[in-house]
C-alpha cells in the first residue's frame, strides 16, 4: 500500500539486513541513484512561472517513470520490513476525540462540571495507534449534495436522535436505511431555518437577510448549531458562520456539521474561554444551544460579549428556557430577567424581542464600561492572546486597535493594513505566493502522483475529478492567504485556518477578512471529530513544532485521526525535516511522495493521501 519509492529507501537504510541482501541493497542504491538523476523529470516550478499544461506533462512523464521502475522492483520491496508496525486502535476508538474522556478527567481531580472540558493532559500517555474508520463508514458525497445527505454510518447517531424531528436547526430525516438528509430550504414549513433568518435580519433592521453582509454582518458564531442548518443558510448568503458546540458522545452538533462540509470546532462554555481572539465576531447565535446564560454569575454572557465585536448583534433563540431555569436552579424569575439584567450591565442594547427571540446590540462607545454606574469593568492590562484561558470577569478589548464597530466597517485598506499591524507589500507578496502555489497543489492531488495507489475496497478507480475536497485545514495559516487563495479560484472548500499559539498571532486579521479560523497549540490534540477534513495544509509547521517540546510523529497520529480516508497531506518545510516525516508518513501507511519545487532553495513539498484501511 505504501510508495514503493519508500520501500526503497528502506532498503537501503534499514539497519539489520542480512548478508545475502547487500547485493540487492547495492542494485538499490544504483536504481535510487539512477532515480534521482531523473529528478528532474517530476520536479517543477512552484513559483508563479510553473504553468497547468507543464504540470499535466509532468505527471505523464512521472507515471511513466514510475511504471517502469515499478515492475524493476517489485520483486525486490516485497519484503521490506516496516520500521514498526503500527496497528489499527480498537473498535472504541472509532469516534475517538482526545481531551474529553470524562472518566480519566474525574479521576485526575477535576469536578463541578469540568470534568466535561477539554483537559489533555489528562488523556495523555496513550499508546499510538490509527484510528479506524466504523464498518460502515463511505467517502461523504460532494459537495453541495453532501450538504444535504450525508452517511448515517459515518456518525454517531442515537437511536432517539436518529429518529427525533428536533427542533428547527436540528431537522434531520432518515431516507434510505443508510443516508440521512436535512431538510433543504424550500422543504421548510413556517418555522423554517430561511423565516428565522429573514426574522432575524428584520429585527436588527434590515430589509432581507440578503442585506446581511452589506450590513457589516461577515463572521457568525453559531453556539449549539444544531445540526448547522442556520450555518448553512448563512453561507448561501456570504456569511461564514462557524459552529460551535460542547464535545458530545452521540448527536454531536460539530461532527454532523463538519460531515456536511460546513465549519465547526469543538468548544464548551465551561470554565475556560473559547480558542478565539476578542472582538472577533459580527454576531453571535444561540437557538436553543442548551446553555443556561446566568449559571456562573454570567461569565458566559462575558465570554460572548469578549468575543463579540463592538456593535455586534447577539441572538437568543430559546423557548424553554423558562422551564430549564426553573427546574436547574428552582427560581420562579421569568427566564429572559436574569439575561435582560446582565445585559445592561454589559453595555447591550435590546432591540428587539420577537415570541422567543430576543436580540441585543453590543455598545459601540468603549466609554460606555467606565461612564455607567453598575456597569462591568474593562480588563486590565494588554489584551492577551486567548487559549483556554479561564473564563474572566472583566470586558476585553476596549483599549484594542480593533474596537471598531460592524456597521461601520473603513473600507480603507491602509487603516486594515495599520490595525493589524502588517506591511502591505507583505500581505500582498504572500497573495500572490499562495495563488500561484494553490495553482500547483491542485493538480498534484491526483492518485496518479503515486504510483501503486490503493483502489477503495470493492471500487472502480474514482471519476474525475480525483480531489474532491470540501472541509480544508490550514495548519499554519500566516495572514489566510492559501484560504484566500482557494477562494479567489472558486473552489468549492472553506478552510478552516489555525494560528499555532507560538507564531504570530494573526487570527483577528485572518477572521476580519471573513475567514473562519482558531488559535491552536499543535502540541496537543485538535478539538474536532475523527476523519472531519479533507485536506490538511502546513507551511512550515513542522519547522514550528520541531523547536518545541512535542514531536512530530505525534503531530501526524493526530492528523491521520482527523483525516478522512482518501484525504490529502501537503505539508512544505526544509528537505531534511520532510524526508524525516516522509519516513514517518509511510510508517503511519500514508502514500506520500516528496516533490522539490526546485528553485535553488532547500524547500521540499511532501504530498500524502491517507489509505481506506479496515483492518
Ligand atoms: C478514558 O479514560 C479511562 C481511564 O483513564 C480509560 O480506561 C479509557 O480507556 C479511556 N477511554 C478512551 C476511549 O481512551
Ligand atoms: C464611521 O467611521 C468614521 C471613521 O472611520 C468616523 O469618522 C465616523 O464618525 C463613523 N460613523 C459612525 C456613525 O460611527
Ligand atoms: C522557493 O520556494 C519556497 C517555497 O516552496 C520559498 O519559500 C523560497 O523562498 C523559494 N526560493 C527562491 C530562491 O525563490
Known sequence: MRSYWFNKLTLVFGSRLPLNWLLLCLVSVFVLIKLLGSSSSIAFDLGISGSLRDQYSNYRRLKEHEASDYLQFKSLSFNANRLADIGLCGKNREFYVPCYNVSANLLAGYKDGEEFDRHCEASQDQQHCLVRPPKDYKIPLSWPTGRDIIWS?????????????????KRLMLLEENQISFHSDDELLVDGVKDYSRLIAELIGLGSD????????????????????FGAHLLSLNVMAVCTAAYELTGSQVQVALERGLPAVIGNFISKQLPFPSLSYDMVHCAQCGIIWDDKGGLFLIEVDRVLKPGGYVVLTSPSSAQQLSSSNGKKASPSKPIEEFSLKLCWNLLAQHEETSIWQKTTDANCYTSRKGVIRPCEGEDVQSYYRPLVDCISGTTSKRWAPVNNRSSDN?????????HSDDFY???????????NYWSLLSPLIFSDHPKRPGDEDPLPPHNMLRNVMDMNAHYGGFSAALQESGKSVWVMNVVPTNARNTLPLIIERGFAGVMHDWCEPFPTYTRTYDMLHGDGILSELSLLRCNIEDLLFEMDRILRPEGWVILSDKVGLIEQTRMLASQIRWEARVIDPENGSDQRLLICQKPFVRK
Open 153 to 169: 454510518g459515518n456518525v454517531k447517531l442515537s437511536k432517539e436522535q436518529f429518529l427525533s424531528s428536533g427542533s428547527m436547526t
Open 210 to 229: 440578503s442585506e446581511f453582509s452589506q450590513a457589516g454582518l461577515h463572521n457568525v458564531l453559531d453556539i449549539g448549531c444544531g445540526f448547522g442548518s
Open 414 to 422: 491602509l487603516i486594515f493594513f495599520e490595525v493589524h499591524g502588517v
Open 429 to 439: 507578496e504572500d497573495m500572490d505566493f499562495w495563488r500561484s502555489a494553490v495553482n
